[in-house]
């Protein structure tokens, strides 16, 4: 090993070093919120019990529901939930712009939905991290065949990363530690001879791993051509210092979104747990007296009267409890329950309901569902309630999106780019140079574009179509092709369902003609329907033995 790989393993070892007491922190949260992932400071052992030191499961449900909402509102499965966009939204637009930019977005959501690429399975590991600790991280990449993506979440604990000076995460360091016959499927050429040994006689023994990747600034690194790369990947073995594996690369390779940050700390918070941890802890203690009341009050506490309950005290189901039959029963009964008020009971159940409802507001539960609509209203109301629920919804979904599905999107694209995913030799030219962008369906997002839809109607109906029955010319207020183009793609439609722009206007000129030719044909026949009357009062005139005036005077 190099002394550059030595740098970066220090380098390593001080960003875990510096984030102990996040773990501590971590631990606590997990022991609350989310048991499964309560490793952050002691080693699980297989089989053992996640949630046997909790009273309440509802802080655990109402995590699992926040995580599960996450997915079902912001990546969609029944639909496609991004699509891939250009800079400029007149070149976006156009017919065969937007039909070669549909054809990316299908073949990058094949590629992310292959099955063994595991995106569902990576996503929704972190999308639970992501709720519960505000932090996750996914790791995109090639699988180790080279024919298809691999999507893995890794747990926080392994993971240590900073920002460089505009706050972007551009180093992250991961522990790994996988089995000798992990390491010779990945790396079969370069394996220290500790693992050879190991894949021999103990293919299952784990060895302890670093990847690390940082810009190539902080490790100069060339190909063997020469060629330099914005990022380093770096696969280090520790006991032996053997590097596994050094390659530049064009992108960085972990997507680590963080809900909350705050300034001068690399890592991220939940907005629901570091505000519910207190309540979490209350409910626990509020429950655990519950049901030691309730138990008390069911199975009471006894008095016996000393040296005069022979034996043992029977308080099962058909239990026989014997007294001395000389003791005088007037004296009081020689055995009787310690009596219970249960007068706390109830305040005791207003305590936890209460912190129930606090801990379903602050996991945003009361804010991310539909509102009820109890009595019938009108569609400009059931519009203004969508509405509202949109804006009450967008401040809890809107980092998720800019902080995990953007970058996760465009990570995947840059991947499949660089290893000649996408056909781009039939890129039309107005498409070269232009910076891509993605946009995101979801619940949210169709309300919001079924009200941008729902306002072209009524806009129309209520307001300017009256308008144009009094003065017609205020019809010119308004391009309606732009127009209903624009509403129905708000409604869903897709490129390839529209004919092209010029459409229109060339149906339009097709039939100002037919009008025009149908107009000359209709003032051809009433023409000849003059001269038809014409003809036939002369031919009266005639036939009354009488000259017309003209031939009158012509035969003068």
């Not at 897709?494 to 149908?518: H, I, L, N, S, T």
């Amino acid at each position: 090993m190099d002394q550059r790989a030595r740098d970066v393993l220090r380098m390593g070892d001080r960003l875990f070093s510096n984030r102990k007491q996040i773990d501590s922190l971590w631990q606590e949260i997990a022991l609350n919120f989310f048991p499964e992932r309560g490793d952050f400071t002691y080693n699980r052992v297989e089989g053992e019990e996640f949630a046997d030191h909790l009273f309440s499961s509802y802080p655990v449900m109402a995590r699992r529901e926040l995580g599960n909402l996450l997915s079902a509102n912001l990546r969609p499965r029944s639909q496609k939930w991004f699509s891939v966009h250009v800079d400029d939204d007149d070149i976006d637009e156009g017919d065969a712009e937007r039909k070669y930019l549909e054809h990316l977005t299908d073949i990058q959501w094949r590629a992310t939905y292959d099955r063994p690429a595991q995106f569902v399975r990576a996503t929704k590991e972190a999308d639970h991290d992501f709720a519960a600790f505000g932090n996750a991280v996914i790791q995109v990449s090639l699988n180790v065949n080279g024919d298809g993506l691999l999507f893995r979440s890794h747990h926080l604990r392994d993971c240590a990363w900073s920002e460089n000076a505009e706050g972007k995460i551009d180093v992250n360091h991961r522990n790994w530690k996988p089995t000798a016959r992990q390491l010779k499927h990945h790396f079969p050429d370069t394996i220290s001879k500790d693992v050879r040994k190991a894949c021999e006689k103990d293919p299952e023994k784990p060895f302890e791993c670093r990847h690390a990747i940082l810009p190539s600034r902080l490790y100069h690194y060339k190909s063997k051509s020469g060629r330099e790369f914005p990022f380093v990947s770096l696969y280090v073995e520790k006991e032996s210092e053997t590097v596994l594996e050094e390659v530049g690369i064009n992108h960085f390779e972990y997507v680590i979104p963080r809900w909350q940050t705050v300034s001068g700390s690399a890592y991220g918070v939940s907005m629901a747990t570091m505000i519910l941890l207190p309540d979490g802890r209350t409910l626990q203690v509020v429950m655990r007296t519950l049901r030691e009341a309730g138990e008390n009050y069911v199975n009471p506490p006894m008095i016996a009267v000393d040296d005069v309950v022979r034996g043992d005290i029977a308080l099962y189901p058909g239990g026989i409890t014997t007294v001395d039959r000389e003791y005088d029963e007037k004296l009081g009964e020689a055995l009787r329950p310690i009596t219970k008020d249960r007068g706390g009971f109830p305040i005791g159940e207003a305590i936890a309901e209460a912190l129930r409802m606090d801990i379903r507001a602050g996991f945003f539960l009361d804010k991310i569902q539909l509102p009820e609509m109890g009595k019938p209203m009108t569609a400009f109301e059931v519009r203004r309630r969508l509405e509202e629920h949109i804006r009450s919804s967008s401040p809890i979904f809107e980092p998720v999106i800019e902080q995990y599905n953007d970058p996760l999107c465009d990570t995947v694209f840059q991947i499949l780019t660089d290893n000649g995913a996408f056909p781009l030799e039939q890129m039309p030219e107005s498409l070269e140079n232009r910076d891509i962008k993605f946009k995101f369906r979801s619940p949210l997002a169709d309300l919001a574009d079924q009200a941008e839809a729902a306002a072209y109607v009524e806009t129309r109906d209520s307001i300017l179509m009256p308008a144009v029955q009094v003065d017609p010319a205020q019809a010119e207020n308004v391009d309606f092709t732009r127009a209903t183009r624009d509403a129905m793609r708000a409604s869903g439609w897709k490129a390839k369902w529209f004919k092209p722009e010029g459409a229109v206007d060339q149906a339009k000129a097709q039939m100002q003609e037919q009008a025009e030719a149908q107009q000359t044909v209709q003032e051809i026949a009433e023409a000849g329907a003059v001269a038809e009357q014409a003809g036939k009062g002369i031919d009266a005139v005639v036939n009354a033995g009488a000259r017309p005036n003209g031939a009158a005077a012509a035969g003068r």
